[in-house]
């Protein structure tokens, strides 16, 4: 190539989980030392480079440099991503090497990341010594190698919970130390920028029934005779809508008498607290992310207990395969029992999960299939601490969820805070939508719209699981009374929808007369 000992050299930083040949680098300028056989120097004129930001689709000259007087070019990206780099040398007799760039494979390959990860939690709840925790993760270069979930009991120590890392993600986990709980989700970028989010757990330690008050009217239900885990205290009002002022004369007290006008109901979880709709209970509660080792599979999380489960077949001899055992553990592998034994199986094999009784059938599984050959031959059954295949967590339950009377938000006109709880170890990312009808029947129109942020357009949005949300009743809003519909969803695709049977009033102003002045008067 003539002259071609001319390289480039960055100034490497330590990679992440990039390609091998990319280098990372946090900040938006890179000096890029330019190397060459000093014995050549002679015959070059200058040294050019080429940068491509769209991975060698097109290449443009960012700079150009002379050996008598630059020993680096200075790149400034516009923009974070990954840039490609190639440097031509040009002869005095005008020689070009290499001679099409465009054909030439890249001498640098850089990611520039100059952002920090933005992390939130977005809900933190626990019901006895079960602790659901979900979060968002914004960012383009994540090294999930580095991502962290924690809890502190009252300010101790954090703790580790193994869970799977994910951008949009939950996660269920128990604690059993009673005390004010807190999480923390981190994340470190491949750039090395971390960023940390905490959030105080709301919830009770002690899963009791919940209470309505007998003075309070319940207006509807979406179960009956029903265990549920009391109502939890939403983390904080929805974005815009202010608290309930905590005066004593804004919470009506059982001790005071019915009808008061007090402006506003107490909280929820409040003795008294009135409810509009109580969802189904689920009686023994699973967790699919409990504090499992790293190694093993993430579960898949089903609402059904017989399914299909496919294998292949490896080191297939003359003779076949004669027969198949299902191995299970309920306990990650602490134990097996060999659940049944089929001969001249074909794939998938039908495994039902509920041959032995519905008793406990929720839960995590873990799962060995060991083929035996024609003659008899096979693997030995798994021990004691040897991992599963494959894990499944099947939940058949749908969420809990108790809904409460909204109130006015009086920062904002025109605006009701509605408020709810769903309570279930395995709920779905935003798993809330909220709509309204003028019928209990339907048809229902979204609250908070995916398509536009009114009422009454698209399809209902899906909502994190915050508690509360402050919905902008629009102008010439067609009905005075509303019917509402709050919906929750978990990860198995159990459905709880808690409908209203009797309208709730939207309308809240009060109107009153201003400006008194008399009209006519005797002659």
Request: net charge neutral.
């Amino acid at each position: 190539m003539g002259l071609g000992t001319v390289t480039l050299l960055g100034m490497l930083c330590t990679p992440g989980q990039v390609p091998a040949d990319t280098t990372t680098w946090n900040t938006p300028t890179m000096k890029i030392p330019i190397d060459y056989n000093p014995g050549k120097r002679a015959e070059i004129k200058e040294l050019l480079l080429y940068v491509s930001s769209d991975l060698g689709q097109t290449w443009q000259q960012y700079a150009v440099a002379v050996p008598e007087r630059d020993t680096q070019f200075t790149f400034n990206a516009p923009a974070d991503g990954v840039y490609w780099f190639n440097m031509v040398v040009v002869s005095k007799a005008g020689v070009r090497s290499p001679a099409d760039v465009f054909k030439a494979q890249p001498a640098l390959k850089v990611l520039f990341d100059t952002k920090k990860p933005v992390v939130t939690v977005t809900g933190a709840q626990r019901v006895g010594d079960d602790v659901t925790v979900s979060w968002k993760v914004t960012e383009r270069n994540p090294d999930w190698s580095k991502f962290k979930l924690e809890y502190a009991t009252d300010g101790a120590t954090w703790t580790p919970v193994p869970t799977r890392p994910e951008a949009d993600g939950s996660a269920q986990f128990k604690v059993a130390a009673a005390g004010n709980l807190s999480v923390r989700v981190a994340l470190t970028d491949l750039a090395g920028h971390s960023a940390e989010a905490m959030s105080p757990v709301a919830g009770t330690t002690v899963a009791t029934k919940p209470t309505v008050d007998p003075g309070i009217r319940t207006i509807g239900t979406g179960g009956t005779d029903l265990t549920v885990p009391p109502p939890i205290a939403p983390t904080g009002p929805a974005p815009g809508v202010a608290p309930p002022p905590e005066r004593a004369k804004d919470i009506l007290l059982p001790s005071e008498p019915r009808g008061m006008d007090t402006g506003l109901p107490p909280p929820p979880g409040t003795p008294g607290a009135p409810t509009i709709g109580i969802g189904e209970s689920r009686s023994d509660p699973i967790s699919v992310n409990t504090a499992a080792p790293s190694y093993l599979p993430a579960p898949q999380v089903i609402n059904v207990t017989t399914f299909k489960m496919a294998y292949e077949v490896e080191d297939r001899g003359a003779s076949g395969v004669g027969k198949a055992e299902v191995w299970v553990t309920r306990d990650e592998g602490r134990n097996w029992i060999k659940w049944t034994t089929i001969d001249k199986p074909d794939s998938p094999l039908v495994i039902d999960l509920a041959k032995h009784g519905p008793k406990d059938v929720e839960g995590i599984y873990g799962f060995r299939v060991l083929l035996q050959s024609g003659a008899g031959l096979g693997r030995e059954a798994p021990k004691p601490g040897d991992a599963p295949d494959l894990r499944v967590a099947v939940d058949i339950t749908p969420p809990v969820v108790c809904v409460y009377e909204p109130y006015p938000d009086r920062t904002q006109k025109d605006t009701m805070v509605l408020r709810w709880t769903a309570v279930d170890p395995n709920l779905a990312a935003d798993p809330i939508t909220l709509e309204w009808s003028d019928s209990p029947r339907g048809p229902w129109m979204p609250i908070a719209a995916a398509d536009a942020p009114v009422a009454g357009a698209g399809v209902a949005r899906r909502l994190p699981n915050t508690g509360s949300f402050a919905w902008k009743v629009p102008a010439n809003f067609p009905a005075h009374k509303v019917y509402l519909k709050v919906t929750a969803r978990d990860k198995a695709g159990n459905v709880t929808e808690v409908t209203s049977t009797e309208p709730v009033l939207v309308d809240m102003n009060k109107p009153a007369a201003v400006k008194l002045n008399i009209v006519g008067g005797s002659r």
